[in-house]
């Protein structure tokens, strides 16, 4: 049998294949992608010989074959440079993402946007039922997708398709403003189970399907078109093993005191590391630190804040905004508050390998997590990971899925600069000691909830699906 025959019994589909592109010198080669799908998947996927993942190289233009990484055997869709700007740029991330993030950039609705969108899910669904083995399971990830599961099901209707939406599903009044409100239902109801990061991104989701639809819904079972979908919270977590084992790292404890010492070995670090989104509240945060300063409830002698922002998406609306935002705040942070040689806001715009964050992590006395909204934020997770001594405190937005889980980090309103400084206030003035009970509660979550676990829960769920 030729590869291009060979057919799955686990196909998983992301827009993204779960590796980069790495650049040495003029040879390239790909490597596993960080972050929390990849691991949550790597137990059932890497050298799986029945699995397969189908997505995009995040390289415009013809696909290429099909190839294996770490174990993971991947399958490329190919997306042109035309459907970049429309489909990856456009519908899905400037009408869906912010519209999904409570409108929190005005949300875009454009026709041509809409019909590349629909091509584009086309493409994967047409390529995962190609890919499919006969009563096959698909797991189709994230707002990129969500007409697949539907498109998938009218190809396919042997398959059980599984569908999880990384980021929040917005209130009902939100939801119905976009124009193709009925045809997004109408995709993701092809699914057997739907997987939400909480409680409130399902309902929210049900809300909008019965509004819609009409459709009845018992318990969360939506039945509809002579089938039944089930929705449910599945929160998603992070391989703490590899987060724990890189934090005990002597390698990467030598690398934290060498920055430490670097920001000149300040009583206070304070930290944020950030795709540089506006859904993130960067700006929220250094607004709050700005303020204490000036009100001489911080001091520049002995607290730094060091703000890593990962640069993403550059060239889609409301990104180059809060680019210039933060840096001009970082700027005037700076400029009025430093020292000749001593910055007190060190800003990095540059990804970050995982072994440098956890370094930071590690000499992070508080960690600011302050998104307007956000599906689960995983940096809240892996820095509680990495405090294998129970001190840190983790000031957190009541915005994020993880608030839901770490409900004994210092949750705050990031609408509410006041709350916030005085969180932050209070975290700096508090004596190591003290973080200790909340830090232990959390870090029990954390390891009680990890990405290999919410993959099992969520694959145990849709077998058990009817
Ligand atoms: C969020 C989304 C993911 C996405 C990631 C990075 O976490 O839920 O689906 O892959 O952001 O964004 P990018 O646009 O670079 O894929």
């Not at 972050?35 to 997505?55: C, K, Y």
């Not at 998938?152 to 042997?158: Q, V």
Request: with cysteine; aromatic share 8%.
């Amino acid at each position: 049998m030729a590869a291009g025959d060979q057919k799955w019994s686990f196909v998983v589909v992301a827009n993204r294949l779960p590796v980069r592109r790495v650049w040495e010198g003029d040879t390239a080669q790909w490597v596993p992608s960080p972050g929390g799908l990849v691991s949550a998947l790597r137990p059932v996927m890497s050298g799986n010989p029945d699995a397969v993942w189908a997505g995009w190289t995040g390289v415009p233009g013809p696909g290429t074959e099909p190839f294996e990484v770490d174990g993971f055997q991947c399958h490329p869709v190919s997306v042109s440079q035309g459907e970049l700007q429309l489909f990856y740029e456009g519908f899905s991330n400037a009408t869906l993402w912010p519209l999904f993030h409570d409108a929190l950039v005005p949300p875009e609705y454009h026709r041509t946007w809409w019909d590349a969108y629909r091509t584009v899910n086309q493409r994967y669904a047409a390529t995962v039922a190609d890919l499919a083995a006969p009563g096959a399971t698909v797991w189709i990830h994230d707002y990129h997708l969500l007409l697949v599961p539907g498109l998938l099901r009218e190809a396919r209707p042997d398959l059980r398709i599984g569908f999880f939406l990384h980021i929040p599903f917005p209130a009902r009044e939100l939801y119905i403003r976009l124009p193709w409100r009925a045809e997004i239902v109408d995709g993701l109801l092809g699914a057997d189970l739907i997987g939400l990061q909480t409680q409130l991104s399902a309902d929210n989701f049900c809300r909008a399907v019965n509004r819609i639809t009409g459709a009845k819904t018992t318990g969360r079972v939506i039945q509809h078109n002579g089938r039944a979908t089930q929705a449910g919270a599945f929160p998603i977590g992070i391989d703490t093993d590899r987060i724990s084992r890189l934090a005990a790292d002597p390698a990467v404890q030598a690398r934290a005191a060498e920055i430490h010492q670097t920001l000149g070995s300040p009583r206070t670090v304070l930290l944020g590391v950030d795709r540089l989104d506006y859904t993130k509240g960067i700006e929220v945060r250094l607004r709050a630190f700005r303020e204490l300063l000036a009100e001489g409830r911080l001091s520049v002698d002995d607290c730094v804040l060091v703000q890593i922002a990962e640069p993403s998406r550059s060239q889609v609306t409301g990104y180059a905004e809060v680019r210039r935002e933060v840096e001009q705040m970082v700027g005037d942070v700076n400029g009025n508050f430093g020292v000749m040689g001593r910055p007190v806001v060190h800003y990095l715009h540059q990804s970050q390998p995982i072994e440098e964050l956890v370094a930071m992590y590690l000499i992070a006395d508080i960690m600011l997590v302050t998104p307007l909204r956000d599906g689960m934020n995983l940096v809240a997770k892996e820095y509680v990971a990495s405090r294998p001594d129970n001190t840190g405190v983790l000031v957190l937005s009541e915005f994020t899925g993880a608030a839901q889980e770490l409900r004994t980090a210092e949750l705050i309103n990031p609408h509410d600069i006041e709350g916030l400084k005085s969180a932050m206030e209070a975290a700096a003035r508090r004596p190591p000691a003290e973080a200790g009970p909340a830090m232990r509660t959390m870090r029990r979550v954390v390891r009680s909830n990890t990405a290999q676990r919410w993959a099992e829960r969520f694959l145990d769920r849709l077998e058990a699906c009817e």
